[in-house]
């Protein structure tokens, strides 16, 4: 059985569990407590990040862009990157996401609100995440514009960049942060989202201490 190691509102775990789902991949999930430096954990992965996954025949995969990589050359079936043209901009998107999109707004939120929280280790940054409101409004309104002049984000194909952005906003639509009202076709694209199997036990997610709003598990919100 593949094993991912993982923390709950991570977005990159989150991306992960929707590739492997998409792609019909079983797996069991083991949360991971980064800040406690396990030496066996490091020893898979001495970034001490999450996610890692042990895949069948003890192969060990750190990263999620590594695992994305990983996991499109060994399960080809179910291709969500296209073709090596299309496949340009599927990277350069998800590579935003899990790059910009996320120093500037969704690992401040999940630092501050969460982590902190859990590992004990302060009280969230009020400055720090004022500054993560405005810059999350900035880059809805981009998605918002892919998601109003594209099928996809990425383009014609759904690709795994739909799926780190999906990954990235169910985190923000988990603690609240996001107003849909002013983001109408990213809201349609969402709920398109939140619709697929694979997005399903994201909406079960539930995190001790946490209460998502009425609406995160909802399909028609």
């Given amino acids: ?22 792609k019909r991949l079983p797996f069991e999930l083991i949360t991971e407590k980064t800040w406690e430096r396990r030496p066996e954990y490091l020893a898979m992965n001495p970034a001490g990040t999450v996610p890692t996954l042990i895949d069948e025949n003890d192969i060990k995969v750190p990263d999620s862009a590594v695992i994305c990589e990983y996991l499109h050359d060994e399960y080809p079936d179910i291709d969500l990157l296209g073709d ?19 120093q500037a707004v969704t690992d401040v939120y999940v630092t501050e609100k969460y982590l902190k929280r859990i590992s004990g280790f302060g009280q969230p940054d009020g400055t720090a995440l004022r500054q993560a409101a405005i810059n999350l409004r900035e880059h809805l309104a981009y998605l918002g514009w892919l998601a109003e002049n594209r099928a996809h984000l990425a383009g014609k194909a759904f690709s795994v960049a739909d799926l780190a952005a999906a990954a990235h906003l169910s985190v923000m639509d988990f603690t609240n942060d996001i107003n849909w009202s002013l983001h109408p076709h990213l809201h349609d694209w969402y709920s398109r989202m939140k619709s697929r199997p694979s997005f399903r036990p994201l909406l079960n997610d539930r995190v001790a201490g946490f209460s998502p709003p009425a609406h995160y598990a909802d399909l028609d919100f």
């Fill in 84 to 102: 090596r043209f299309a496949r340009i901009e599927v990277r350069r998107l998800t590579a935003w996401i899990d790059g910009p999109f996320a």
């Fill in 1 to 22: 059985m593949r094993v991912l190691h993982h923390l709950p509102l991570s977005p990159y775990c989150r991306k992960i569990r929707l590739l492997l789902a998409e």
